[in-house]
T-cell receptor, first 113, second 115 residues
Framework: AQSVTQLDSHVSVSEGTPVLLRCNYS??????LFWYVQHPNKGLQLLLK??????LVKGINGFEAEFKKSETSFHLTKPSAHMSDAAEYFCVVILTGGFKTIFGAGTRLFVKA | DARVTQTPRHKVTEMGQEVTMRCQPI?????VFWYRQTMMQGLELLAY????????DSGMPKDRFSAEMPDATLATLKIQPSEPRDSAVYFC????FGTGLYEQYFGPGTRLTVT
């Protein structure tokens, strides 16, 4: 069965320090992997995507993620957190060709001044 | 800047009433999704369409929910009759699905409160 696990429900960092949001997936097929961000009372915005090209993917707002097949991971990182990064982040798997979309439970990022 | 639009943005209704939510996907996108978000369940996929045809609605309570795409510019989600447990934010998303293209673009959501 396919699944997505976000290992932390909450992450708290200080402004200017690195961000690491962890995501592991389980899939029998080569998945397409995404990170989305949701600010309070807003819709979801695409941060970045992996679709079997480069394993290190760069997204918007300085975020990037690395696909590691051997670890079945797709962790999201940012070198320096900004107050505006405080939001909920979702790791998403879309099964290739099937359109079936699986969302992780989300990680809420808090950024302290 | 093309966006998915949803109407209404907020809806308060009484139990037993019919609710219709509308979505206009991004022009040219061939796939439309409906999601429900609650604190308890998180994001749930309710149904999705490709080229206006329903592909999967297994996430939807069949007895009261229905989803349609009357044309390429309009998707609807109906609840009849509504119940308090249907209170949630309902998101529509569209995507240009094709080879290697699986990203989805989300609308702002409809916040439904059933009293």
């Amino acid at each position: 069965a396919q699944s997505v696990t976000q290992l932390d429900s909450h992450v708290s960092v200080s402004e200017g320090t690195p961000v690491l949001l962890r995501c592991n997936y389980s899939s029998s097929y080569s998945p397409s992997l995404f990170w989305y961000v949701q600010h309070p009372n807003k819709g979801l915005q695409l941060l970045l995507k992996y679709t079997s090209a480069a394993t290190l993917v760069k997204g918007i707002n300085g975020f990037e993620a690395e696909f590691k097949k051997s670890e079945t991971s797709f962790h999201l990182t940012k070198p320096s957190a900004h107050m505006s990064d405080a939001a909920e982040y979702f790791c998403v798997v879309i099964l290739t060709g099937g359109f079936k979309t699986i969302f992780g439970a989300g990680t809420r990022l808090f950024v302290k001044a | 800047d093309a966006r998915v639009t949803q109407t209404p943005r907020h809806k308060v209704t009484e139990m037993g009433q019919e609710v219709t939510m509308r979505c206009q996907p991004i022009l040219g996108h061939n796939t439309v999704f409906w999601y429900r978000q609650t604190m308890m369940q998180g994001l749930e996929l309710l149904a999705y369409f490709r080229n206006r045809a329903p592909l999967d609605d297994s996430g939807m309570p069949k007895d009261r929910f229905s989803a349609e795409m009357p044309d390429a510019t309009l998707a609807t989600l109906k609840i009849q009759p509504s119940e308090p447990r249907d209170s949630a934010v309902y998101f529509c998303a569209s995507g240009p699905f094709g080879t290697g293209l699986y990203e989805q673009y989300f609308g702002p959501g409809t916040r439904l409160t059933v009293t």
